[in-house]
């Protein structure tokens, strides 16, 4: 399984820079040899330190679009040589294999260390190390994801993040991701083979998602990912692609919607109703094993207190949902492009949470008051009968004398 992660890194770096069609043997090769991150390294220094000293042959002329300021946006022109292409295309790269490596590998690794530290009731100096750096690895994968969502979401503006909203993205990335990997462990623990029931549902739901909707929505095939692929090989492109979305999605949120009949294979639109549906049931669903570790728990938690335990992880993964709104709110650097804002949306939930409420009053007050009611009615036309007017009087009397 370690070596999964690594064949899908050399395959993303061919696939982003496109050398299954192009003749280039010894590439391929030092891909083989896993070589092909340090050929990459060397070529992006290469063409970093050449790029000054050579005339650009030709440019090509990007436009982009300003945010917008007072509701104008203006659209900007930028010229960008064949060196500064090539170096975006690296970047590309090697951002993609980075959320290939967190999630693939150091997530995996991260989970066993941890579970390995906890049965054995001892963490060693090199074993925290490695989780640390494992964890890292993770979160800056996560953030990666991040950044690469909202590129490709808003493609036609100029993006910038600022250093704050990469602050927040780490606070709400680190306290998700540990706290996931924690109730996994605990829940590992003490009941093993449960552990794989629960993988296997997460694992299916994500992995076929994304084909369901594909197959509901009766696009045809893609065939314009790579030219150099077939269809059986761009069938397994896509496997992979959402083979990295699942392993995602299993510890965090992915940041990005799958969309195999799309030609950027991603969904532009941003739903927050999936994102508050993925964060509700991954609470309940960290609650519910949460449940079940402090119900089964053994004996290797005798020093531990349990409900504490139970309640700092609970109190981190919304803390991680917090930050998250932050960002929203106030760090997006395409904020202005929303619709709705958070705090827009969780008064309108609140108005209609208000609104409902008012409707189901209690029953009593209102059968009383119509009990009052009829009383009133049935009184008021007896009344009229038993006690005569003023005038009936009158005529009575006028009666009698004459």
């Known amino acids: 399984f370690s070596l999964l992660p690594c064949a899908l890194v050399q395959l993303t770096l061919l696939f982003v820079h496109r050398d299954l069609s192009r003749d280039r043997p010894l590439v391929l090769l030092l891909h083989l040899l896993q ?25 090509s002329i990007t436009k982009k ?17 064949q060196a500064e292409g090539k170096l975006i295309t690296h970047r590309s790269a090697f951002s993609r294999a980075s959320v290939i490596q967190a999630f693939l590998g150091s997530a995996p690794q991260l989970t066993l260390q941890l579970y390995i530290s906890i049965m054995q009731q001892d963490v060693t100096v090199g074993r ?5 750096i494992s964890l890292l690895s993770i979160v800056y994968g996560a953030l990666r994801c991040n950044i690469l969502a909202i590129k490709i979401k808003y493609d036609e503006y100029e993006v910038k993040v600022k250093p704050l909203a990469y602050v927040c993205i780490f606070l709400w990335r680190s306290f998700e991701i540990a706290t996931r990997v924690v109730v996994l462990v605990l829940f590992t623990s003490v009941l093993k083979t449960w552990v794989v029931v629960i993988i296997l549902i997460n694992f299916f739901s994500f992995f076929l998602y994304p084909w369901i909707l594909f197959w509901c929505s009766g696009s045809p095939f893609p065939e314009n990912i790579e030219k150099a692929l077939s269809r059986v090989g761009t069938t397994i492109v896509l496997c992979f692609l959402t083979l990295l979305y699942t392993g995602i999605n299993m510890f965090c949120w992915s940041a990005v919607q799958l969309k195999i009949d799309s030609p950027d294979l991603i969904s532009k639109s ?14 309940i669903e960290n609650a519910i094993l949460l449940l079940l570790w402090y119900l089964f728990k053994t004996d290797i938690y ?41 705090s827009e949306g969780f008064q309108r939930w609140l108005r209609c949470f208000c609104w409902a409420c008012r409707r189901q009053k209690p029953c009593e007050p209102i059968e009383k008051s119509d009990l009052q009611s009829s009383r009133d009615r049935d009184e008021t036309p007896s ?19 004459a």
Not at 66 to 75: A, D, F, I, T
Not at 128 to 132: G, K, P, Q, V
Not at 309 to 329: D, H, K, N, P, W
């Open 302 to 342: 005798m020093y531990v207190c349990a409900p504490l335990l139970v309640l700092q992880l609970l109190v981190g993964y919304c803390t991680a949902i917090l930050f998250m709104l932050v960002f929203y709110q106030f760090f997006h650097p395409c904020k202005k492009l929303f619709s709705s804002s958070v």
């Open 65 to 81: 679009r300003q945010m917008p300021k007072n509701g104008l946006s203006e659209e900007i022109e930028k010229e960008v040589g």
């Open 383 to 401: 009344s009229s009968k038993t006690s005569p007017e003023p005038s009936q009087f009158l005529n009575a009397e006028n009666l009698c004398s």
């Open 128 to 132: 925290s190390l490695l989780m640390t």
């Open 35 to 59: 070589l092909g991150p340090l050929f990459r390294c060397f070529e992006v220094f290469c063409i970093y330190f050449q790029s000054g000293n050579n005339e650009e042959p030709y440019v």
């Open 270 to 283: 941003h739903n927050w109703y999936q994102l508050l549906v993925y964060y509700m049931m991954r609470f």
